[in-house]
């Protein structure tokens, strides 16, 4: 009688990890083809998809703000959008803890989109003026 249990157990213990499996090949097989559309239509899409998770247009989409034109994006815009929809969603009022994670992901994804641009401004002028050491004497 033990055996049959046992079996039994076993048998559908492997179904489960056995559809599990298939399950989770579905899905990574899904992001990479989403993954693979996204670079075609810009090289750098699919690296920051697979480096945060999260890419710039669904960042702007739930916060519903303009993509950065040029690297420049209305911080204001954003952080005002940012802290209506943290506060609306916050746990202990009834919100949702994912929604604010995902609300607090689209907001740093933006402001890494944007320091990175700037950064890359601040370089090009730079080199547009030449490199101009900064000099400390001391008193």
């Not at 950064?119 to 547009?128: G, N, Q, V, Y």
Request: charged share 30%; proline share 4%; hydrophobic share 35%.
């Amino acid at each position: 009688m033990a055996h049959r249990i046992i079996t039994q157990v076993v048998l559908v213990g492997s179904r489960v990890l056995g559809r599990a499996f298939t399950e989770a090949y579905r899905q990574a097989s899904a992001s990479q083809r989403y993954a693979a559309k996204a670079s075609k239509s810009s090289p750098s899409a699919a690296a920051n998809l697979a480096s945060h998770g999260l890419t710039l247009d669904e960042a702007c989409k739930i916060l519903n703000v303009k993509p950065p034109q040029g690297g420049k994006a209305n911080m204001e815009d954003v952080m005002s959008r940012f802290k209506t929809l943290f506060d609306k969603n916050e746990p202990k009022n009834g919100g949702s803890f994912y929604l604010q994670s995902k609300i607090l992901r689209a907001r740093e994804r933006i402001e890494r989109e944007v320091g990175e641009a700037s950064r890359a401004a601040e370089r090009e002028a730079e080199l547009r003026e030449g490199w101009k050491p900064k000099v400390y004497k001391e008193r």
